[in-house]
């Protein structure tokens, strides 16, 4: 069975501009997670779908991110414009009854 | 409000045993337990539900006290592959309610 699949593995770019993570889950897990990972942190919640449904976002800093799951399989998770700060591994996680299945991440630096 | 985590690292030798706790001040759903490599994703080890039960895999086990909030995973007899990132989520109500990461604990098994 494949697991969770994550694109691109690295990504570099310069402040204020856009990037953009794709995610597709398991198949069949109906929950998708987006998690934020600094260096020595453990994971933060952005945001949690139950299938195409955002049903806790508040941690996402709405001014310049944004995601969509449409027809409830992949998701998109964008950041515009880019700043300094959001280099991180940016992980996404699906599940079907309770236990979370992460992708490899999604590595963001900006310069 | 995210779990606290102790030891902050551990060192110890192949065959010894470990303990690593995790505490919250909240009252607990369920929490669960990932081990991180590096440049990896967190792989899954166990789900505990309230109730205060014990899980058992392979020397790995875990634990849930619900009256202290607090759980804590055996290590025994370490193998070098145990060594990682070793991470705590609590959820506070449901099987789908927000999963919240402690800041990890380093293990580190050496020959």
């Given at each position: 069975e494949a697991g969770v699949v994550q694109s691109p593995r690295y990504k570099i770019i310069e402040k204020k501009q856009p990037v953009a993570f794709w995610c597709n889950p398991i198949s069949g897990h109906n929950t998708l997670y987006w998690y934020l990972q600094n260096l020595g942190q453990g994971p933060e919640l952005l945001i949690r779908y139950e299938n195409e449904e955002?049903?806790?976002?508040?941690?996402?800093?709405?001014d310049r991110f944004s995601a969509e799951r449409l027809k409830g399989v992949d998701s998109t998770l964008k950041i515009?414009?880019?700043?300094?700060?959001?280099?991180a591994v940016y992980l996404c996680a699906s599940s079907a009854t309770g236990e979370l299945f992460f992708g490899e991440g999604s590595r963001l630096t900006v310069l | 409000q995210q779990p606290v985590q102790s030891p902050q690292a551990v060192i110890l030798r192949e065959g010894e045993d470990a303990v690593i706790n995790c505490s919250s001040s909240k009252a607990l759903y369920s929490v669960h337990w990932y081990r991180q490599k590096h440049g990896e994703a967190p792989v899954f080890l166990m789900i505990l539900l309230k109730g205060g039960e014990q899980k058992g895999h392979d020397k790995i086990s875990a634990s849930f006290n619900e009256k202290k909030q607090q759980s804590s995973l055996y290590l025994t007899?370490?193998?070098?592959?145990?060594?990682g990132t070793y991470f705590c989520g609590s959820r506070k109500?449901?099987?789908?309610s927000k999963l919240t990461f402690g800041k990890g604990i380093t293990l580190s098994v050496r020959p």
């Open positions: 955002a049903v806790d976002d508040s941690q996402l800093p709405k515009q414009p880019a700043e300094l700060g959001d280099s | 007899a370490s193998q070098l592959s145990y060594s109500t449901g099987a789908n």
